[in-house]
């Protein structure tokens, strides 16, 4: 298993997703319990969670262009971590940050996120 090019896949699928405004094909890559930890706003639990939080997050930014960047990774039997920066380029206002994900392989053997932490560098 080449996990560099599992994570580098994973993040260009949800670019894509965040980019064309699919709050729900976003979620496509978190499990159901998903612990999301988003800057300035009390963390979540749960896909529902997710959801009001990525479709407010998506309107914010519609018109730009998310990318990430993978900085670090790891692999330890069914968990990985992933540490990255993103940015929203050519949005209102723009944003730029850094993230850790925790990933849990599932049973078919894709990989999730469980927990995800990001904040801005901006002020």
Request: charged share 25%.
């Amino acid at each position: 298993m080449d996990m560099k090019k599992t994570l580098e896949d994973f993040d260009a699928a949800y670019n894509e997703a965040f980019n064309r405004g699919d709050a729900e094909g976003c979620a496509a890559f978190f499990t159901e319990d998903i612990m999301l930890l988003p800057p300035g706003e009390p963390m979540t639990c749960g896909k529902a969670a997710f959801l009001d939080t990525y479709r407010s997050r998506i309107t914010e930014n519609t018109g730009g262009t998310h990318k990430n960047e993978l900085v670090d990774f790891g692999v330890e039997g069914d968990m990985a971590y992933q540490v990255g920066t993103y940015a929203i380029e050519n949005s209102d206002p723009p944003e730029q940050g850094k993230f850790v994900n925790v990933l849990q392989r599932q049973p078919d053997g894709t990989w999730k996120v469980k927990i995800s932490i990001f904040n801005s560098d901006l002020p």
